[in-house]
């Protein structure tokens, strides 16, 4: 469905039980995110918030799809899959051969279809234009910051309009945007993103480049601004597929090159100079977990601010997950899987990508199998597929394994894998925020086909895995008292042959070492893999686990195996650095709420209506943190 505005879905919202509104004043300068990281980590209580108190003249909206309901509202669908269902069947009504005149005229309907999704432009002021400030400036929003080391106030949920100045074709993507003053702000494109492609075209020409900023509005803008579409399609004509009807839009006031959605809430007009000087932008708690930090980014320079009559400041905020952005992730990776299935790897059964992954990083894949060598050839289709480039560890599973159940999905993964001829590693372009790469944006791969093998892949048949009765962590820890903890759960009960080894480095080599040393172990014998992590982080926990390995793994630096027969895979997923690494690049800290704000919001908490206290999560992460700047130094251990 089409909603006419975010009050109209806020509206839907209230309705529908998932939202809370609070009237009390919270400010915006870290309280507003640290009660949004407590409802966000708390499934019970887990509401969209509307703060109406936020020391100016308008509301702040977040964590409006923070779930898979309010996901679903904001899409108009019951089920995430329903429009993946929808996009298949569409791919195959026009793609199918039309034999004669009758099927070919009744495609029409569905060509008109199409058309009738086709984002418009009106000549006519709109909503979002009803009010214009007459002296515009950031400092009138409620713009959060949402971490104690970010190096200030972001704009965290803005749909970006640029356009290409050459073919004139429209690109709305999703960039943080660091206010610096009340009429600039930082302009955070990665140099894989398509409005960095444009602005690099303008700097050839030696043009100022326009830029519009969109907030609010019907949600369906605000997730076709995080799609990733091919860069000739336009956002607003998935937008208009997804809410059934055309995104009308009206041309900007001082930057009228740029037209945005003529129901927008916000409308931040201005330009970016590409011949001037780049600012130092950051740091910024990331949807990694992690801080990203400073870097050079260009300056956007505010023309305008225009803005719809009762107007709601959107945002969100991102951090250890779970937040918000996973259910938006949740989203891509169901709508999307169609279109990957149809065009690029039509064997792919289901596609799913952890919470713990933080996207890119881990994506699980099931297969229909039917030949020799398919899972690599599905792992090569996959790395080339668009933003899929980005992926680090890609497992593959076939037949008719549950994706969604890790515990059945694992066990049928190792049953399969000899870790010495089915994990297969490379390289190419990685996410710039991966910290865990040597060079920015380039890093390795992983594939774990857990797929079952044809007898051209075996190089002999694979037993199944029990435990070794003499097995004791305890005793294991007794002789490498540098282990801080370790897991042996899905060993032991599930009879999954993974162990989860917490240390403390202090030398060089030293995962190795002590992989090879585990490895030697008779009580060890039929483990396959063993994944390492810094000696703050508690094994028992899986998912954190999980987490903080996937984050800090570069699959191809840093892999080794051990055992006789070299075949039980070792993973460093520990902390990098130069004295013990030769790791030359800063290493972030991991996000947590400082002391004074999370002793501010429980003071506040009874006036919030928000039931009984929820506990700040980062109280879980304050003994896990390397000092308390953004970035990690060497001697932070």
Known sequence: ?????????????????????????????????????????????????????????????????GNEKRMCMALGVNELDDVAKEIENLLKKMSAPKNGLIEKLAMLPQLGKFASWM????????ECQEVVMTNPSLDKLPIL????????????LPAIHTKDPNTGMRNIGMYRMQVFDSDMTGMHWHKHKVSARHYNEYKKLGKRMPVAVALG????????????????????????FLRKKRVELVRCITQPEIEVPADADIIIEGYVDPNEELIWEGPFGDHTGYYSLPDWYPRFHVTAI???????????????????????????????????????????????MPVEGVFHNLVITTINKEYAGQGQKVMNAMWGAGQMMF??????????????????????VFNNLNPATDVYFSQGPMDVLDHSCSKLGFGGKMCIDGTKKWEEEMEAPLAPFTLQKDFSAQKIKEQFPEISSLNSKLAAEWQIPVLFVALKKDKQNHVETLHKQLSSLPALQGIKMILYVEHTVDTADIADTLWRFCNNLDPRRDHFYGGNDKNILGLDGTRKTKALDGFERPWPNIIAADGATIAAVDEKWQQLNLGALIKSPSLKYQTQLYGQEAAVLDSEG
């Open 217 to 240: 509005g019907d949600p369906v803008y605000t997730y076709a601004a995080t799609a990733p579409l091919p860069e000739n399609v336009d956002e607003y004509m998935l937008a208009g």
């Open 145 to 156: 910051k949402c971490w104690p080391k970010d190096g200030g106030r972001f704009i965290t």
């Open 306 to 352: 225009t803005h719809r009559k009762n107007a709601v400041y959107p945002a969100t905020i991102v951090g250890i997950p779970p937040q918000e952005d996973a259910w938006i992730g949740k989203a891509t990776e169901r709508i999307f899987l169609a279109p990957i299935k149809m065009t690029m790897v039509p064997e792919i059964k289901d596609m799913n």
């Open 1 to 65: 469905m089409a909603y006419k505005s975010l009050t109209e879905f806020i509206a839907a919202l209230d309705k529908a039980g998932e939202l809370v509104r609070i009237k009390e004043f919270v400010d915006p300068v870290l309280e507003i995110a640290e009660i949004t990281d407590r409802v966000s980590k708390t499934p019970d209580r887990n509401k969209a918030l509307l703060f109406e108190n936020t020391g100016t003249e308008f509301p702040l909206l977040i964590n409006s799809m």
């Open 119 to 126: 984002p418009k432009v009106t000549t006519k002021h709109k």
């Open 391 to 412: 992926n680090k560890i890609l497992v593959l599973a076939d037949g008719d394994v549950k994706i969604d159940n890790y515990k059945e999905l694992a066990q049928y």
